[in-house]
């Protein structure tokens, strides 16, 4: 029996023993939630403390999910047990259990699902499952959670696995080391999968830019990598990313707690069955949560198909009429089997209306023009073009019909290897339920509306004008009993009934009655609709636009008419009143309650829901006011100067108004300020100080203006800023002013954010005291709330760009070029540089510290003295040599000198030796804590800034923070640029694109100003072939950055008229080959002759908005080189895009694709022509639309994040089924606060798929891979690099189920998007590739598989090196398929290529080696029979006696072997005594690194919980395990 077959039968097994496959539930919709697309990564937690209670869910009954597996958002039922916390573990006890009824077992470490923030990078924040002192653990393996496939508690589960996931790689994910301890049957070679490791430092984030599969770093360090670090004693956890800093109070929980005990929240969640009873229908069931409200089912029944027409109802229970806002656990007599009728309500003109739209957007279910338009929150997505519908049906069908079933293999020939061919219309495939099932012409308000009083007194509320498809022209009263025909015509009013008279209550039946057509194909077009996957109609939390769209036809629509055309300002149907008041609704939701689950739950719902509304208003706005559709507020001023009110939103344009800017650099300033000020809001936002308060703040840049769009606060538009301002300064740093209140708030946000409380002087050289930049201004709005606002400098400057007259910067940076002057002033460090920093000198005062101590220890008379701060970075460079010879005993100077920095910081006398004192004392000093005795750096974001002094009292801690910033500068340069570079030559960092290069950058703290100096130092390394794709996508984002730069200031000068012609015309001069495109002008369609004759000599809309048509090719291409130079100090030396797509390699189409990206360019989807010299490829007509570039806050989902991050950590553990469990849960949170998509939710389900994969469960496995394409699709876009990641394991997915001809339109796709948004030479491209080939391999296609393997090698080869174990597997596969093909010479030379690379990197008697020896033994043979054949041909003819050839096709199982190869996932069976070895070596590395990071568990603990896990094993048994390819 094959490894492969194996395997699936062993992880059947195990997946019986683990889950129930969940049930699904076809009559539930459910109400969801809009949710946002999050710019940046989850940010990496702050230290771990208890001020919140830990959450431990409880079993619920078993209930069938949401068919989303969405569990809806509602407050949950809690029961708080109060439990001692003692030295054993705290049992979690069932909320149905009293205390006494249950032991609690001592349970080991590995299955209490503690996980400390020193044994990874990955941290906690409070309330998540990983206490501090007071542990709260799980009593029982098995942890009590709800989820969306909530079942009965599954058995012990047998396999219990201690994974470490080693550094692997994007593209094909280095193997993951695992013990799976369980019984093998005797006849079977013993192997389980397991899932393939992230890929080290970058596990903490949640992008679904990333490959990986979102598991923590390994307990221990890898080798090369530095030793592991204790927490920082400023309350910061070492994790460089970190963008979300927490309060300073909820540091670390109190003493008193753990001795008082800790609460336990078991949350409690009960389903039960209801039946439904709909006029006209038949009583159907509906399973529902205690939770839930009476909207909710209301909302169901509105999505359902046999329901879904009717809006105007109510529900009852006994003749008693439901409360919609209460919830079905408040209603007396509801329970299981209860029966809920559904009652027709009169209409109102609000219900008439709602119900209009409402059956306008059934009829519009399958239109994507909303999508195409970027409207409403739809987006589009292609999957189902490929899969044929949902895979779990069809995989069913597919599955038992695999072996008659033809697969048609053949690629189009654009998406075979070496294809220069990048067609654009296969982006977007036609959609077979996109063709419009016509069900009516026209469905618009009448003219006759509104009615006139002596109707209404007869209860008409509105009236309807139809056509009907058959051509019919009727008119149709709405009333307050339902709709009818009158008989009024276009042009005579008559609101008598008419003909038939037919009165309906709904106006879906009525159309039924008077329209056949409209019968039959509304009909069909609701069951179309409810069998499209949820995820492709549920809207997007914020707006996701399309770079292309095809040419769709402009239908007749009256709710969009409306909605244009009415001051509906972002006015919602269920709210009352006229506009909202966003600052009081973003406020307010801030103040909510945040102490136990459900509190923290609602709070955060509400802040998303709302910062959700809040930014397509803002973006709205904004773009009526760039349109002229919004009066100004001071309309007699300048138009640069002009500031908006619309909504209830403040508006203002990004120039530099009454120079306030001056010293900064003038509009290029004030145009930068905005986005460094929503940073500050972002960082403010995310430490969540209670009242303290920021504005509600979106970005958009639309038609090359930047508009800033703030919430406004009570009162300041009733008073002067001189009066408002009692906080900070209104003109940089001349008049300052200081408050207590503010002081004492702003403290609490000093510490995570790394800022030092000062003093500075006013211009009457008063001492003032701050903790902000000056520039921070405080308002005390007329509500009574503390405002903070203009948050632009926030972080400390950025001395790179910024000289300094006097200063000179460290050599590093002077070695570089620096300090170079940029075009304006307001350059500040990333809040990721500056955590990085900081956690980089902690590694340096331990270290200094430590080789002190020693020396003291070894009574060394010539210990090193006090180092100045000027020594800093020598001693940066010398310390970790010192501490790597020291060696292990250097990990137990750590966890003194750990001891000692408490002791001193916790002030406990003079019981310290003043020795070790000074020792901690001079640490400080060298690394530049602010504190001398303890470990604390703060930077003061007023040094250098023009215009801000210092009192001469403060003038040696300004010098010390002035070598803090250079340090800082030079740390950027000398640590995190060549820390990208090596992550990229590792290819552990794999961007495809301009964006995921540059959130690459960002997540190390480098801005994009930096971009040059990258490429300068990959053009420098001595890898640079390695780094070819990196370099390309450098030259790629510089280009089109530089020529966003122009294209802002070229917009500017556009009137609205000529905007297409002119967009066309500078993409002309961009992309095409055309040397001399011609502008078109605007014409004067409409101007008469005679007029026409008068103007025929003066340019229209006269001459300074037709500037733009002058450009040419040659001189933007100039101004670009120029701007490249000037802005990222990059020579590009190209004056043509053909020459620079030939120095560079690039690809016109992925040009084309950044621009239209960054500047919100909509083309039209067709083949361009880039090349043609004989006519320009764009037309006035290929340019659809120009949307906004919108940057806002991205709220989080904390407690999510911790059942996240919790579940991560037991999947480490190789506790797979546990992991499992708190990802759903954790799944169930996401969408509690998200509603159904957003992008944190992808993460989940692509882990939740990987681990049902790695447990034998592929149906469970395809559900959630297929929902995580969907939304990848939806909220980031089709063609963005993780939705091809997420294609990629899909495929592999479907392969697995036996659904071959959908695993290859899947890679295809997948491979036609990298090549559109890349081209063909990336390392990525080679992981594709090989799974391309290994399928058409396994269907017997071998030229084909040929051409792709082969191909995978060339690029293994160039990207890894000729001699690397990717390339000798490549020579394997390649191998296989001229075995198959009886081309045992070809296959012969391949095996000995691979054998040769195999001998070379790990030796003649490693396994590789000797598994590639037998099989090239056997090709040698099949060779030789071969030939020996051959000879008996030619000696004999036709009377030769021929033994035929043993060449067999290769089976699914060996197939699928080496798939799990390529991506990651390796079965390799362990003899007993290798597993022990290893579980030593796990051990010893574990007990290392938990010293030097001084864990705050206890040794004896851990070597306790790991002789348990150990003792788990049956001796004698041979165990599978994972290991590393």
């Known amino acids: 029996m094959s490894w492969a077959g194996v395997c699936a039968s062993c992880c059947w097994r195990l997946a019986e023993a683990v889950l129930s496959a969940p049930a699904r539930d076809e009559e539930r919709a459910p109400l969801l939630s809009k949710t946002p697309t999050s710019e940046n990564p989850l940010p990496g937690p702050p230290c771990a403390g208890a001020p919140y209670p830990d959450i431990v869910p409880s079993d619920r009954e078993k209930r069938d999910p949401d068919p989303l597996g969405v569990q809806m958002a509602r407050d949950r039922y809690l029961q708080v047990l109060r439990v001692a916390s003692d030295a054993c573990p705290v049992a979690v006890l069932p909320a149905d259990l009293e205390p006494g009824e249950l032991a609690c077992p001592r349970a080991n470490g590995a299955e209490q699902g503690l996980v400390k923030p020193e044994a990874s990078s990955v941290g906690f924040k409070e309330g998540s499952w990983a206490g501090a002192a007071g542990e709260v653990g799980l009593a029982t393996k098995d942890p009590l959670t709800h989820s969306s496939w909530d079942q009965d508690p599954p058995n012990k589960l047998e396999a219990e696995s201690q994974i470490s996931p080693e550094q692997g790689e994007w593209g094909a994910p280095e193997t993951d080391l695992a013990c799976i301890r369980r019984p093998c049957m005797p006849q079977e070679e013993p192997s389980s999968p397991t899932a393939p490791g992230p890929h080290g430092d970058e596990s903490s984030e949640l992008p679904e830019q990333k490959r990986e599969e979102m598991l923590p770093p390994p307990p221990w360090p890898l080798p090369g990598q530095e030793l592991p670090t204790v927490m920082l004693l400023n309350g910061d956890c070492l994790d460089k990313k970190s963008e979300e800093p927490k309060e300073n109070g909820h540091g670390e929980a109190e003493p008193s707690d753990e001795a008082s005990g800790q609460e336990v929240i078991v949350i409690q969640d009960t389903g039960f069955t209801v039946k439904i009873s709909v006029p006209g229908i038949e009583t159907f069931s509906l399973q529902v949560s205690p939770q839930e409200m009476v909207q909710e089912i209301h909302q169901v029944l509105m999505d359902r198909e046999d329901t879904c027409h009717r809006t105007c109802f109510s529900l009852q229970l006994d003749g008693n009429v439901l409360d919609n806002f209460s919830e079905l656990r408040t209603i007396e007599g509801l329970e299981e089997g209860s029966m809920l009728r559904v009652v027709e309500e009169p209409y109102t003109v609000r219900e008439a209306r709602i119900h209009v739209r409402h059956i306008r957007d059934l009829l519009k279910s399958l239109d994507p023009s909303d999508a195409f338009n970027g409207v409403d929150c739809n987006s589009l997505s292609f999957l189902s073009v490929f899969t044929d519908g949902d895979l779990g049906d069809s995989g069913k069908r597919k599955k038992k019909g695999i072996e008659m079933e033809p697969i048609d293999c053949t690629p189009p020939e654009h998406i075979l290897p070496g294809s220069k061919d990048r067609p654009l219309c296969a982006l977007q495939p036609q959609n077979r339920d996109w063709k419009p099932l016509q069900c009516l012409k026209v469905l618009t308000m009448s003219g006759w509306n509104p009615p006139p009083g002596n109707r209404k007194m007869h209860g008409d509320l509105m009236y309807l004008f139809v056509i009907t498809a058959e051509d019919r022209h009727v008119s149709i009263t709405a009333s307050t009993r339902g709709f009818y025909l009158n008989q009024s015509t276009a042009y005579n009013f008559n609101p008598k009934p008419a003909s038939p008279r037919f009165l309906s209550h709904s106006l879906v039946e009525l159309l039924n009655q008077i329209s056949p057509t409209f019968k039959k194909n509304f009909a069909l077009l609701q069951k179309k609709r409810v069998q499209r996957h949820p995820f492709e109609r549920i809207a997007t939390p914020f707006q996701v636009y399309s770079w292309t769209a095809p040419q769709v036809e402009h239908a007749m629509d009256c709710v969009r008419a409306e909605d244009a055309y009415t001051s509906r ?55 009526a006011v760039i349109d002229g559709n919004v009066m100004a507020i001071n309309p007699s001023e300048e138009t640069k100067m002009q500031m908006f009110i619309w909504n209830n939103i403040f508006f203002s344009l990004g120039f530099d108004v009454r120079d306030h800017y001056k010293d900064f650099g003038g509009d290029v300033a004030a145009y930068v300020a905005p986005t460094n000020d929503l940073n500050g809001v972002r960082t403010y936002n995310a430490v969540d100080v209670e009242g303290l308060y920021t504005l509600g703040t979106v970005v958009v840049d639309y038609r090359g203006y930047r508009v800033t769009a703030q919430s406004i606060i009570p009162g300041i538009l009733e008073r002067e800023q001189e009066q408002s301002v009692i906080y900070g300064s209104i003109d940089f740093g001349k008049t300052v002013v200081s408050h207590p209140r503010y002081l004492e708030l702003l403290e609490k946000t000093s510490r995570p954010l790394k800022i030092q409380r000062h003093r500075v002087l006013n211009d009457r050289d008063e001492e003032v005291e701050l903790c902000s930049s000056v520039e921070c201004k405080g308002i005390i709005g007329n509500d009574g709330r503390h405002y903070i606002l203009d948050l632009l400098r926030t972080f400390p400057p950025d001395l790179n760009f910024l000289p300094v007259a006097g200063e000179e910067l460290p050599e590093d940076c002077r070695r570089a070029g620096f300090p170079k002057p940029h075009r304006h002033k307001l350059c500040c460090l990333r809040q990721e540089l500056v955590d990085a920093f900081v956690e980089h000198r902690y590694l340096l005062f331990m270290k200094l510290a430590a080789i002190q101590l020693m020396q003291q220890k070894a009574n060394r008379v010539d210990s090193p003295g006090p180092l100045e701060n000027g020594a800093s970075e020598a001693g940066a460079s010398e310390a970790p040599e010192a501490v790597e010879a020291v060696g292990e005993e250097g990990a137990s100077g750590l966890a003194k000198v750990k001891e000692l920095a408490e002791t001193i910081a916790s002030d406990s006398g003079p019981a310290v030796d003043p020795k070790s004192r000074e020792v901690i004392q001079n640490a400080c000093k060298a690394v530049g804590s602010v504190s001398s005795t303890s470990f604390d750096i703060r930077f003061n974001p007023d040094i250098f800034s023009p215009g801000v002094r210092f009192p001469e009292s403060c003038q040696d801690e300004v010098r010390d923070q002035k070598q803090l910033l250079k340090d800082a500068a030079a740390f950027l340069l000398s640590c995190q640029i060549p820390g990208l570079v090596k992550d990229c030559t590792d290819h552990t960092v794999l961007p495809m694109d301009g964006a995921t290069l540059a959130e690459a950058m960002h997540q190390r703290g480098i801005n994009i100003r930096y971009l040059g100096k990258v490429l300068d130092f990959v053009l420098r390394s001595p890898a640079r072939p390695q780094l070819d794709h990196i370099y390309k996508i450098g030259i790629s984002e510089l280009i089109t950055r530089s020529a966003k730069h122009i294209f802002k200031t070229y917009l500017q000068g556009v009137e609205l008229s000529g905007l297409s012609a002119a967009i066309s015309h500078f993409l002309n001069c961009f992309l095409s080959s055309f040397p001399n495109p011609v502008a078109h002008l605007p014409a004067d369609e409409l101007v008469s002759k005679k007029k026409n004759k008068r ?24 101004d670009i080189c120029q701007e490249a130079k000037n802005y990222f100090d990059f020579n590009l030396e190209c004056e043509t895009v053909d020459q620079a797509v030939e120095t560079f390699g690039l690809q016109k189409i992925t040009l084309l694709r950044e621009i239209s990206l960054k500047t919100g360019i909509q083309i039209l989807l067709k083949e361009y022509s880039f090349d043609s010299r004989h006519k320009p490829a764009f037309t006035e007509e290929d340019v659809l639309n120009i949307f906004p570039v919108v940057k806002h806050v991205n709220p989080k989902a904390s407690d999510a994040f911790h059942f996240f991050q919790s579940g991560q950590a037991k999947v480490q553990q190789g506790f797979l089924k546990e992991g499992c469990e708190l990802i759903t849960e954790a799944l169930n949170l996401f969408n509690n606060v998200y509603g159904a998509m957003h992008v944190e939710i992808c993460a989940c389900l692509r882990l939740l798929a990987r681990l049902h994969y790695i447990m034998g469960d592929y149906a469970e496995a395809l559900s959630n891979q297929q929902k995580a394409v969907l939304m990848s699709e939806r909220v980031l876009g089709i063609e963005h690099p993780n939705t091809i990641q997420e294609y990629m394991h899909l495929a592999l997915y479907c392969f697995a189920s036996s659904q071959l001809s959908t695993a290859l339109s899947l890679l295809y796709r997948a491979r036609y998007l990298l090549l559109l ?31 792709f393997l082969e191909n995978a090698l060339t690029i293994n080869a160039k990207y890894h090196g000729a001699k690397s174990l990717k390339v000798a597997l490549s020579h394997h596969l390649v191998a296989r398929v001229y075995e198959s093909k009886a081309e045992f010479r070809s296959a012969l030379q391949h095996e000995k290529e691979g054998y040769t690379i195999y001998k070379s990197q790990l030796g003649e008697n490693h396994e590789k080696t000797k598994e590639s020896s037998d099989y090239l033994k056997c090709l040698t043979q099949q060779a030789v029979a071969l030939q020996r054949t051959m000879n008996e041909i030619y000696r004999n003819g036709s009377s030769a006696n021929i033994v035929p050839l043993k060449v067999t096709a290769p089976s699914m199982a060996s197939v699928l072997e080496q798939l799990h190869i390529i991506n990651g996932i390796l079965f390799i069976p362990l003899s007993q005594k290798d597993l022990e070895n290893l579980k030593a070596e796990v051990v010893r590395r574990h007990q290392l690194q938990e010293t030097s990071k001084a864990a705050m568990r206890d040794s004896d603990a851990a070597t306790e919980s790991r002789e348990e896990a150990e003792s788990s094993l049956v001796p004698g048994d041979d165990p599978p395990t994972l290991s590393s390819v």
């Not at 909202?580 to 136990?596: A, F, M």
């Not at 890349?1318 to 040929?1346: C, T």
């Open 1095 to 1118: 103007r025929k000599n003066r340019p229209p809309g006269g001459a300074d908005n037709t500037a733009w048509a002058v450009m040419t090719p040659q001189e933007l291409w100039k």
């Open 1317 to 1347: 948004v890349f081209g063909e030479d990336h390392p990525e491209m080679a992981l594709l590739d090989n799974n391309i080939g290994l399928v058409l391999h396994g269907v017997m296609e071998y030229e084909l598989a040929l051409r």
């Open 569 to 623: 300002l972002g006015y919602e149907e269920h709210i009352p009143g006229q506009t909202r008041d966003w600052n009081e609704e973003l406020q307010t939701t801030r103040e909510l309650p945040r102490k136990n689950l459900p509190e923290r739950l609602l709070r955060e719902r509400a802040i998303f829901k709302v910062h959700s509304d809040f930014t397509a208003a803002a973006t709205r706005g904004a773009m």
